[in-house]
């Protein structure tokens, strides 16, 4: 639907807000953004598909393996925003990240789709600072080429695009005003669609969000 949303102009949070009042769906899991991982649900759907192919469930297959596809591409697409945000490439270009867990108040970074998208800025020549309240140590492990910052301000200094992967409530009461002073270029990028992007502009900064029309 954030894929929708972009192409007709319109605000995938609004809609989102909308589907809300039907209390069949509610408000808690309709998060758009960066899409989901971690060890148990990308798991789960995989042995789904392979019990509903052992069935002789095609249409089930199909549909999971189009949740599978899409999902991916959430990841894609954050790549696609950096690079336009970049001028067409990443090589070179120094890139803060906020948040490396696959979900916030957590250090689990299996399947997170975070350290994903820090790992493909890196391989196409960006040079990544990363920030996490608690997730630095377990990301390392697994993405030791990538810089890990005490500190949101550490992590953002010289940075000329800041990107936000997870949506931990430490990224919300950052002061977009006193992070501009730090970047060389204040320009963000918010794929959990939960910083507010009002203050974000008023501060000075140029925002795209996944599922919203393009901050102005």
């Given at each position: 639907?954030?894929?929708?949303?972009?192409?007709?102009?319109?605000?995938?949070?609004?809609?989102?807000?909308?589907?809300?009042?039907?209390?069949?769906i509610?408000?808690?899991?309709?998060?758009?953004?960066?899409?989901?991982?971690?060890?148990?649900?990308?798991?789960?759907?995989?042995?789904?598909?392979?019990?509903?192919?052992?069935?002789?469930?095609?249409?089930v297959?199909?549909?999971?393996?189009?949740?599978?596809?899409?999902?991916?591409?959430?990841?894609?697409?954050?790549?696609?925003?950096?690079?336009?945000?970049?001028?067409?490439?990443?090589?070179?270009?120094?890139?803060?990240?906020?948040?490396?867990?696959?979900?916030?108040?957590?250090?689990?970074?299996?399947?997170?789709?975070?350290?994903?998208v820090?790992?493909?800025?890196?391989?196409?020549?960006?040079?990544?600072?990363?920030?996490?309240p608690?997730?630095?140590?377990?990301?390392a492990?697994?993405?030791?080429?990538?810089?890990?910052?005490?500190?949101?301000?550490?992590?953002a200094?010289?940075?000329?695009?800041?990107?936000?992967?997870?949506?931990?409530?430490?990224?919300?009461?950052?002061?977009?005003?006193?992070?501009?002073?730090?970047?060389?270029?204040?320009?963000?990028?918010?794929?959990?669609?939960?910083?507010?992007?009002?203050?974000?502009?008023?501060?000075?900064?140029?925002?795209?969000?996944?599922?919203?029309?393009?901050?102005?």
């Open positions: 639907m954030a894929d929708v949303c972009e192409a007709a102009g319109a605000d995938v949070v609004r809609l989102a807000e909308a589907l809300a009042y039907d209390e069949r509610g408000r808690r899991s309709l998060s758009p953004g960066l899409g989901f991982g971690g060890g148990c649900l990308p798991k789960d759907i995989h042995a789904f598909r392979a019990t509903a192919m052992s069935m002789g469930v095609d249409s297959a199909r549909l999971l393996d189009e949740v599978d596809v899409i999902n991916q591409t959430r990841r894609t697409r954050v790549l696609d925003l950096a690079r336009e945000a970049a001028g067409g490439s990443l090589a070179g270009k120094r890139i803060a990240v906020l948040g490396v867990a696959f979900k916030p108040n957590s250090d689990d970074v299996r399947d997170s789709p975070s350290l994903d820090c790992g493909r800025l890196a391989e196409e020549g960006a040079i990544v600072s990363v920030h996490d608690v997730a630095m140590p377990n990301a492990r697994i993405r030791p080429e990538l810089r890990y910052a005490e500190s949101v301000s550490d992590a200094e010289g940075a000329e695009l800041v990107v936000h992967l997870t949506e931990w409530a430490d990224y919300r009461a950052i002061d977009p005003i006193a992070l501009a002073a730090v970047v060389a270029q204040p320009v963000l990028i918010d794929a959990r669609c939960t910083l507010d992007t009002e203050v974000w502009l008023a501060s000075g900064w140029r925002v795209r969000v996944l599922g919203r029309p393009q901050a102005s």
